[in-house]
Nanobody, 129 residues
Framework: QVQLVESGGGLVQAGGSLRLSCAASGSTFSSFAMGWFRQAPGKEREFVAA????????YYADSVKGRFTISRDNAKNTVYLQMISLKPDDTAVYSC??????????????????????WGQGTQVTVSS
């Protein structure tokens, strides 16, 4: 069992920055691919970014490419999402997911929230205009 706890959300003005963290329990974190997803009120869960177990491969939604950066520190069992140039449209609850080892790879696999096995409770990000 893996437990994920997100932190770092908050209220920020448009153009501002935030860094989200997702801390994982358990010794198998380094073998999991990790993803960030977000969900705004009345909308479906949306892919934001994902990173492979070793950090060699990263994937981004077009809407955040160039503004968000996903990274991980396997020694700290933590994955990060650095967000800059935030827009009101980025307002949502951000959740991290963990995917157990798989032979599948690529954007279309890791951008699908149904491929993830564990989830955190989410952290609210609100961007004011």
């Amino acid at each position: 069992q893996v437990q994920l706890v997100e932190s770092g959300g908050g209220l920020v003005q448009a153009g501002g920055s935030l860094r989200l963290s997702c801390a994982a329990s358990g010794s198998t974190f380094s073998s999991f691919a990790m993803g960030w997803f977000r969900q705004a009120p009345g909308k479906e869960r949306e892919f934001v970014a994902a990173i492979s177990w070793g950090g060699d491969n990263t994937y981004y939604a077009d809407s955040v490419k160039g503004r968000f950066t996903i990274s991980r520190d396997n020694a700290k069992n933590t994955v990060y999402l650095q967000m800059i140039s935030l827009k009101p449209d980025d307002t949502a609850v951000y959740s991290c997911g963990a995917r157990t080892p798989t032979t599948y790879s690529g954007y279309y696999f890791f951008s699908n929230w149904r491929r993830y096995d564990y989830w955190g409770q989410g952290t609210q990000v609100t961007v004011s205009s």
